[in-house]
């Protein structure tokens, strides 16, 4: 099995930064893709950012390009967003995702493991 916990979650202004954590923790020689994906009230869950763990190809959501930054540090089986110049339609439970598969997909139902998701609320 494969456990996800987030951290960094919190409360920003407008035009802020945050960073948001996530390991991997079991058996995480599985995993080759991890990925953000966020829910806001009301909405579905949705894509923001992936990274394949075997190299450093990235795939962003065009709501986020150029404003997020997702990157992996391997030796800790974390995977960080970097996540810039946030708006208040960034408000969301961010929740970290992964699986075994070789492609990343924007799609939660391709993805088996989830975190607990943590909160990010960015105030106008």
């Known amino acids: 099995q494969v456990q996800l916990v987030e951290s960094g979650g919190g409360l920003r202004q407008a035009g802020d930064s945050l960073r948001l954590s996530c390991t991997a923790n079991g058996r995480t020689h599985i995993l080759n893709v991890m990925a953000w994906f966020r829910q806001a009230p009301g909405k579905e869950r949705e894509f923001v950012a992936a990274i394949r763990l075997p190299g450093t190809n990235t795939h962003y959501a065009d709501s986020v390009k150029a404003r997020f930054i997702i990157s992996r540090d391997k030796y800790n089986n974390t995977v960080y967003l970097q996540m810039n110049s946030l708006k208040p339609e960034d408000t969301a439970v961010y929740y970290c995702?992964?699986?075994?598969?070789?492609?990343?997909?924007?799609?939660?139902?391709?993805?088996?493991?989830w975190g607990q998701g943590t909160q990010v609320t960015v105030s106008s």
């Open positions: 995702a992964a699986n075994s598969l070789g492609v990343i997909y924007t799609q939660p139902a391709r993805y088996r493991y």
